[in-house]
């Protein structure tokens, strides 16, 4: 009867039913309202034959370095790499979100790709979306490559964070690193840097990062792509050195009670 459907009882049994679980907040279920496993720094930026792209493999819960092999840095179709600092569960949402976006895309078969800039557009919608629902999701992203053009191979490297902040720059941090590696690179970026020297100066970037960020851990990888299609290298260590005497005795000549 209707009476009974708006008691909620069951037609069968007559038993009411139950009420619906809620959150123990009392509102809806939320998930990643504050960022849990993170991963720190990535630093990008352009060289004479396309795009490079390097952060550590540590992941962090809270402040404690919990993971240590975690690959922050994934290629997305045929011409864009992509990397990802903050929330590790976020990033892997936007991941999936990414390969519902090149199948579909792919399946067009119209003989035309998504390139690094589409996709770059595609994931500030993303983020800004996210952001104006109160729910974002917790990531700064870094997108570069290459894709043909009607003027050659044209590079493209940029990024957007959790609010939907985004440009397009020659080359970019995310983390710690916008502080400590975008200063080295506006010193010492050229357009015109080989693979080897973009590989060496990418290195010092991270081993400033290493020192002087508690976040990071001696274990990069580096990324690579240019017209020719993306290369993701195995993670490996930087030789340091730790017998700098500020190192030693941080604390000596300091101001304070501490």
Known sequence: MAWEQAMGFHAAGGRQAPPPVAAAGGGETQRTQYPYVTGNSVIAFKYKDG?????????????TLR????ERIKTV???????ASGEFSDFQEILRYLDELTLSD?????????????????????????RNKFDPLWNSLVLG??????????????????????????????????????????????????????VKLVEKCLLV????????????????ITAEGSTI??????????????????????????
């Open 51 to 63: 795009v490079i792209m390097a952060c550590d493999t540590g992941a962090s819960y809270g402040s």
């Open 67 to 70: 993971y240590k092999s975690v």
């Open 77 to 83: 179709g045929k011409h864009s790499l992509i990397g």
């Open 106 to 130: 792919h399946m067009w078969d119209d003989g035309n790709s998504l390139g690094p800039k589409e996709i770059h557009s595609y994931l500030t919608r993303v983020m800004y979306n996210r």
């Open 145 to 198: 490559g290459v894709k043909r053009g009607p003027k050659g191979d044209e590079k493209y490297l940029g990024m957007v964070n959790m609010i939907g902040t985004h440009f397009e720059e020659n080359h970019v941090a995310t983390g710690f690193g916008n502080h400590m590696a975008i200063p080295i690179l506006r010193d010492e970026w050229r357009e015109d840097l080989t693979f080897e020297e973009a």
């Open 209 to 224: 990062l290493l020192y002087r960020d508690r976040s990071s851990i001696n274990k990069f990888q580096i990324a690579k």
């Open 233 to 258: 290298y195995q993670p490996y260590s930087l030789k340091t050195y730790w017998g700098f005497s500020h190192f030693e005795n941080p604390s000596q000549g300091a101001i304070g009670s501490w």
